[in-house]
């Protein structure tokens, strides 16, 4: 089973890079940028990686983000996971990045765009790997804050398509940010949020509803509402599931509990990506595995998740259709 997940074509829309700061180059940064980290060692670092929630994560992945300061910093995170991408097989990959993080500690957006944009340049020139950049807002911080990080992102409105919504998301719904996300439509983003992870169902109702989103990041809760659930089958709205996150943050206590395969068998538009795979445990194939080893699922199940993403992605129709054939080759190979 390792050996068939090891070799499918694989698609990733949901991955934060500031997760991906493997404790080594947390190590390596926080050196070279004489910051102080309350750790002796990597080995101290991943111990420290017990959640009980996705707060006692969160606290601890800002943290980690502080050692970030220069362009080469960005460079180096981003072709790390684009290395980890090649290693997995991940054709093509849709990045969260979070700029209030940085630009609240006076690193300016231009730094963090410069050092992504060239990472990922260069992962498309040399390792062929496509990818597209979503900026995400940070829901507990206000609207004023989210509207001033999308005025800075105007020059780089090319490198970036779309908006998203992250961080805390009890006590801040979607409705929060109705007005800045009716802004970023109007300059032409498309919008994506986290919902139904922590919080309820309606959550993810207001981000369809009010955010326009046109996919849903996590969305497992949505079955506490039989209606909704059938409306993503109807609609064929994609939920970007994150299955290592979710038994690691305690969304579900274990991977058998886990809804991921049932709702792809009701015909739930869903996929597997790795969230914040330094934190979580693992990167693509891993998550891939975790699923497949928890449950019986077959070679095109499996292929399924890869589909699924395929199709919700936002890369042109041009490349989707070069995804499908590659995936129907490996799955006709088999
Ligand atoms: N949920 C909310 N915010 C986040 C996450 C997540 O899984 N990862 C990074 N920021
Ligand atoms: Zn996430």
Known sequence: MYQFIAGLPKVELHLHIEGSLEPE???ELAQRNGIDIPFSNPEEVRGAYDFSNLQSFLDIYYQGAQV??????????????????????????????????????????????????????QAELELGITSQLILCFLRHLDEASAFETLQQAKPWKQEIVAVGLDSSEIGHPPEKFARVFAEAVKQGYLTVAHAGEEGPSSNI?????????????????????????????????????????NTKLKVFQSME??????????????????????????????????VASSFHTSHLELAKFTANAIDASFCSIARKAELHQNLQHYVDSQ
């Open 25 to 27: 180059l947390m190590f």
């Open 257 to 290: 509990q886990h809804s991921i395969v049932d709702l792809l068998r009701q015909g739930v538009s869903v996929g597997i990506n790795s969230d914040d795979p330094a934190y979580f445990g693992g990167y693509m194939n891993d998550n891939f595995a975790a």
């Open 68 to 121: 970030l300061i220069s362009k080469r910093d960005f460079y180096d995170l981003t072709w790390a996971y684009m290395l980890r991408c090649k290693a997995d097989n991940v054709l093509h990959t849709e990045l969260f990045f979070d700029p209030q993080t940085h630009t609240d500690r006076g690193i300016s957006f231009d730094t963090v765009m410069e050092g992504l944009t060239q990472a990922l340049l």
């Open 205 to 245: 109702t207001d981000a369809l509803d009010i955010l326009k989103v046109s996919r849903i990041d996590h969305g497992v809760r949505c079955v506490d509402d039989p209606q909704l659930v059938s409306r993503l089958i109807e609609q064929q709205i994609h939920l970007t599931v994150c299955p290592l996150s």
